[in-house]
C-alpha cells in the first residue's frame, strides 16, 4: 500500500473510483481490485479533508472496512450503522456523495457525520458515542417483526466500546437472539488514547496475538465471538465478515485497524491529525501573528494554578483531555486527573462520590455531552447539594460540527434545578473570575464557555464575583440590552448604534433582581441576548421575574430560534439567527 506523507493538493487520479457511484458499482468489481480502490479512495480522502478541514484520522483507519461491508451487503436494503461517524467520509463517498465531499461541513454541504435526511444509505443519525448497537438492534427486531431478511452491522470503537450504553445493549441483544452484526473497530483510540480496564484488557490481548480471552468477554454475553482480524488485509476481513454475515444470532467480529492508516503523520500522531482544519495555499511569507488563547486554554490553565494552592482540587473528563485543556494538569497532577473514558454518568457520579469525602471536583465537559448525564446531575449531584463545578466547554453554536455537538440548551436543562448556580462569561478575565466564583461556591455550579478564543481580554488574579451580580456596561435610553455570555462585543456594537443602556448579566441564576427593577424604571424594552436556545433560556429567567413582579415592559428575547441550526461557520451560525451586531439591531429596532 501507497505512503502517504502529505496532503495532494491537486485531486489525485482516481479511475476506479470514479466509476462507482453507488454500492451496487462497487460490487462489480473483482476482489482482486479491491486494494487498488483501497489506496485511491485513500488518496481521495486525504486530497478532500486537505481542501475543507474536517474529520481525518479514524476515516483513514476504516478504509478497508468500508470497502468490504459495502462489497458484500446489500446495501442500502441491508442496515449499515457507524457510531459517532467520524469514520464516515469514505462511506459518503462510496455511496453516491463523492463529488459534493468538498462541500462537508460547509453551509448548505454534507453533513459531517451520518444523517437520515441526507441519504438512503445513512441508515441512522450520529455523532454522540455509543448508540450504534442499541439503534442496529432496533431495527433488526423491527426487521423480525416485520418478516424482512435484512442484514443489520454496527461499527463500533474500542473507544466508544467504554460506555455503559453500549454494554447495556449488548446485554439485551443476547436475551433477544437477534441477527446482529457489531464490529469492533479496535485501533486503541477515541479522540484521545484510551482509558480504563477494557482498553488494557484489550490491548494485552492483542499483544498476545490471541483472541480466546477477549473471546470469554463476548461470549459470556452470548456473542458468536470471531477475531481478532486485520482490518486492513482484505484477504482475512472479507472471510471473517462473509462467516459472520453468513451466521444466525448476535454475532461480533474484532478487527483491529491503525488510525490515520497510509498518512505517516497521521500514525504517529492520531491525537493531532483525529481533525484538520483546511490546509491553506502556500503564500509568501508574512510575520506570525501571536496565538490567542481559546476559552479553554484559559481553563486549563486556572484549574492548573488553582491546584498549586489548593490540594482537594481534583479534574474528572469523559475522554475529553485535549478538548478540554487538561492535558498540562494530567501532567503536573496525574494523582488528582480522572480521565474515565467516554462514560458521562459515571463522570458525574464520581464527582459527587469525591464531593462527599471532601475533594474539590471539577468536571470539564462539552455542554452537549453532559446532556447524557443528565439523571446523575439531578439525583446525585443537585439533590444532594453538592459542591461540584461543571466546567461547560463548548456552549452554544459550535460551527462546522452542526446541530450534534452544539451546546445549545445547558441553560434550560440546568436553570430548573435548586440551588444550581449558572454562570455565563463574556470574556477571558471573566471566565477566570466565574470560575473561581463557581469553585467557591457551596453548591452545585456550572460555568458555561464558547469553543474557540474571546475577544482578548487580558487575564490576571480571578476575583470572586458576588453571585448575582450583573455589571453594568454603558447608559443609555429607551431600551436595556442584558447579555448573557460571549455575545458582548456583538451587543455592545448595537448598544452604541442605538443609544441603549447595556449590562453583562454574568449569571443566569441567580439573576440580578434589584439591577432588574431598577432598569424597568426608565427602559420600557427589556431585551435579552444569549448564545443559547430561546426556549427555556436566560430570556426566560428574565420573563418570568418581570411577570411575577407584574412589571409590565416589553421583552424582546433574543438567542438561538426554535430549530435546529445546521454546520456552517459559527459566524455564519450567528448571523444565521440574528445574533450577529446587524442582526441584533434590526431585532431590537422593529420594538422601539
Not at 467520524?86 to 459534493?100: A, D, F, N, W
Not at 461480533?252 to 500522531?269: Q, S, V, Y
Not at 478564543?453 to 435610553?477: H, K, L, S, Y
Not at 448564545?531 to 421583552?555: I, M, P, R
Request: hydrophobic share 40%; aromatic share 6%; with cysteine.
Amino acid at each position: 500500500m501507497t505512503m502517504f506523507y502529505a496532503i495532494p493538493e491537486s485531486r489525485p487520479h482516481t479511475p476506479l473510483l470514479d466509476q462507482i457511484s453507488i454500492p451496487a458499482d462497487l460490487r462489480q468489481l473483482t476482489v482482486e481490485q479491491l486494494p487498488q480502490l483501497a489506496e485511491q479512495l485513500r488518496a481521495f480522502l486525504l486530497y478532500t479533508v486537505g481542501q475543507t478541514g474536517g474529520h481525518f484520522g479514524a476515516g483513514l483507519g476504516v478504509i478497508e472496512l468500508t470497502i468490504a461491508l459495502h462489497y458484500l451487503l446489500r446495501t442500502p436494503d441491508d442496515h449499515l450503522i457507524w457510531d459517532v461517524g467520524h469514520q464516515s467520509y469514505p462511506h459518503k463517498i462510496l455511496t453516491g456523495r463523492r463529488q459534493e465531499l468538498l462541500s462537508i461541513r460547509q453551509k448548505d454541504g454534507l453533513a459531517p457525520f451520518p444523517r437520515i435526511s441526507e441519504s438512503p444509505y445513512d441508515d441512522f443519525g450520529t455523532g454522540h458515542s455509543s448508540t450504534s448497537i442499541s439503534a442496529a438492534l432496533g431495527m433488526a427486531l423491527a426487521d423480525r417483526l416485520q418478516g424482512l431478511k435484512h442484514k443489520t452491522v454496527a461499527v463500533i470503537g474500542d473507544g466508544a466500546m467504554t460506555a455503559g450504553m453500549a454494554f447495556e445493549a449488548l446485554n439485551h441483544a443476547a436475551h433477544t437472539h437477534a441477527n446482529l452484526l457489531v464490529i469492533l473497530n479496535d485501533n486503541d483510540m477515541s479522540i484521545s488514547r484510551n482509558e480504563g480496564g477494557l482498553a488494557t484488557y484489550l490491548a494485552r490481548n492483542l499483544k498476545d496475538k490471541m483472541g480466546a480471552t477477549t473471546a470469554a468477554l463476548f461470549e459470556a454475553l452470548d456473542f458468536h465471538y470471531n477475531g481478532p482480524v486485520d482490518g486492513h488485509d482484505f484477504n482475512q476481513l472479507l472471510p471473517a465478515l462473509q462467516r459472520s454475515l453468513n451466521s444466525k444470532g448476535p454475532q461480533f467480529l474484532h478487527i483491529t485497524t491503525l488510525k490515520g492508516k497510509g498518512f505517516a503523520p497521521a500514525e504517529k500522531d492520531p491525537v493531532g491529525y483525529h481533525a484538520i482544519t483546511k490546509i491553506e495555499p502556500i503564500n509568501p511569507p508574512t510575520p506570525p501573528k501571536p496565538r490567542q488563547s481559546s476559552y479553554a486554554n484559559i481553563f486549563g490553565r486556572w484549574i492548573c494554578d488553582l491546584a498549586e494552592h489548593d490540594s482537594r482540587t481534583v479534574a474528572i473528563t469523559p475522554a475529553m483531555c485535549e478538548g478540554s485543556d487538561l492535558v498540562q494538569f494530567s501532567q503536573r497532577f496525574s494523582e488528582r486527573f480522572f480521565d474515565v473514558a467516554i462514560a458521562e454518568q459515571h463522570a458525574v457520579t464520581l464527582a459527587a462520590g469525591m464531593a462527599c469525602r471532601q475533594m474539590k471536583p471539577v468536571v470539564a465537559i462539552y455542554s452537549t455531552f453532559l446532556q447524557r448525564g443528565y439523571d446523575q446531575l439531578i439525583h446525585d449531584v443537585a439533590i444532594q447539594n453538592l459542591d461540584i463545578l461543571f466546567a461547560l466547554d463548548r456552549a452554544g453554536l459550535v460551527g462546522e460540527d452542526g446541530a450534534t455537538h452544539s451546546g445549545c440548551f445547558d441553560i434550560s436543562y440546568l436553570r430548573c434545578l435548586p440551588g444550581l448556580m449558572i454562570m455565563a462569561p463574556a470574556d477571558e478575565q471573566e471566565l477566570c473570575n466565574l470560575l473561581q466564583t463557581g469553585y467557591e461556591y457551596q453548591g452545585p455550579a456550572a460555568v458555561r464557555y464558547p469553543r474557540g478564543t474571546g475577544p482578548g481580554v487580558a487575564t490576571t488574579t480571578p476575583q470572586i464575583i458576588p453571585p448575582g451580580q450583573a455589571r453594568v456596561i454603558r447608559q443609555g435610553e429607551r431600551a436595556a440590552l442584558l447579555n448573557f455570555g460571549p455575545l458582548l462585543n456583538e451587543a455592545r456594537v448595537a448598544a452604541e448604534q442605538l443609544n441603549l443602556t447595556l449590562v453583562d448579566m454574568r449569571f443566569v441564576k441567580p439573576l440580578d433582581h434589584s439591577l432588574i427593577d431598577q432598569l424597568v424604571t426608565n427602559h420600557p424594552l427589556l431585551v435579552t441576548l444569549e448564545d443559547h436556545a430561546v426556549k427555556g433560556g436566560a430570556g426566560a429567567e428574565v420573563s418570568e421575574h418581570l411577570h411575577t413582579q407584574q412589571y409590565h415592559n416589553d421583552l424582546l428575547c433574543l438567542g438561538i430560534p426554535d430549530r435546529w441550526i445546521e454546520h456552517a461557520t459559527r459566524a455564519e451560525q450567528l448571523a444565521e439567527c440574528g445574533l450577529d451586531s446587524q442582526g441584533i439591531i434590526q431585532s431590537i429596532q422593529g420594538c422601539l
